[in-house]
């Protein structure tokens, strides 16, 4: 059964870069029908989505994030990347990667536990 | 900066039937499929209906889902004490080019 974890940073200072790695184990990131994607959760508020990888390396951002941040994959270690450049209090938030699977019109089907990022000096 | 709106709380008592609604505009859910998300606090959210109306696999079918033009709604019928926490609608939205989350419906069991 696929799963997903994360891992990474869970505490940056103001104007550093996040990075996070989301494992994927029981099934290949390479899998066809299914996209990548990583969503975020400030704390006490609601989702945000941050964006999408496709099978090809196509990404599209969220448009308030878009200048700061990018997602890759890596099929030889079978993991998905997140990177967010310039950090601010805002950025503080439990981060999730999550499967898209395209056939159920985008729909995110598979989360992993999340990971929280504290954004502080 | 969510563009799909729902009511901050829903409840109801056990077996009864509750109703979430989700406007957006015609860039995201007249145009794109809305799924839904239910959430239990500290974990992740968990998809419990995809293509506006589809359940996938293990979600009961107590859960259903409808659409009407830039509207959507999530129905929960006999409700059931495990059925609380907070439940989130979700489309593309052909404007921005992504996805967009709604604010977000705490339910409650009375």
């Known amino acids: 059964q696929l799963q997903l974890q994360e891992s990474g940073s869970g505490l940056v200072k103001p104007s550093q870069t996040l990075s996070l790695t989301c494992a994927v184990s029981?099934?290949?990131?390479?899998?066809?029908?299914?996209?990548w994607s990583w969503i975020r959760q400030p704390p006490g508020k609601g989702l945000e989505w941050i964006g999408f990888?496709?099978?090809?390396?196509?990404?599209y951002y969220n448009p308030s994030l878009k200048s700061r941040v990018t997602i890759s994959a890596d099929r030889s270690k079978n993991q998905l990347s997140l990177r967010l450049t310039s950090v601010a209090a805002a950025d503080t938030a439990v981060y999730f990667c999550?499967?898209?699977?395209?056939?159920?019109?985008?729909?995110?089907?598979?989360w992993g536990h999340g990971t929280m990022v504290t954004v502080s000096s | 900066q969510s563009v799909l709106n729902q009511p901050p709380s829903a409840s109801g008592t056990p077996g009864q039937r509750v109703t979430i609604s989700c406007s957006g505009s015609?860039?995201?859910?007249?145009?794109?499929?809305v799924k839904w998300y239910q959430q239990f606090p500290g974990t992740a959210p968990k998809l419990v209906i995809y293509?506006?109306?589809q359940r996938p696999s293990g979600v009961p079918d107590r859960f259903s889902g409808s659409k009407s033009g830039t509207s959507a709604s999530l129905a929960i019928s006999g409700l059931q004490s495990e059925d609380e926490g907070d439940f989130y609608c979700?489309?593309?939205?052909?404007?921005?080019?992504?996805?967009?989350f709604g604010t977000g419906t705490r339910v409650t069991v009375l």
């Open positions: 979700e489309a593309w939205d052909d404007s921005l080019s992504g996805c967009v």
């Open positions: 015609s860039s995201n859910i007249g145009s794109n499929s």
């Open positions: 293509s506006d109306n």
């Open positions: 999550a499967r898209v699977d395209l056939e159920m019109g985008r729909a995110f089907d598979l």
């Open positions: 029981g099934g290949s990131i390479a899998g066809g029908g299914y996209s």
């Open positions: 990888i496709y099978q090809r390396g196509t990404t």
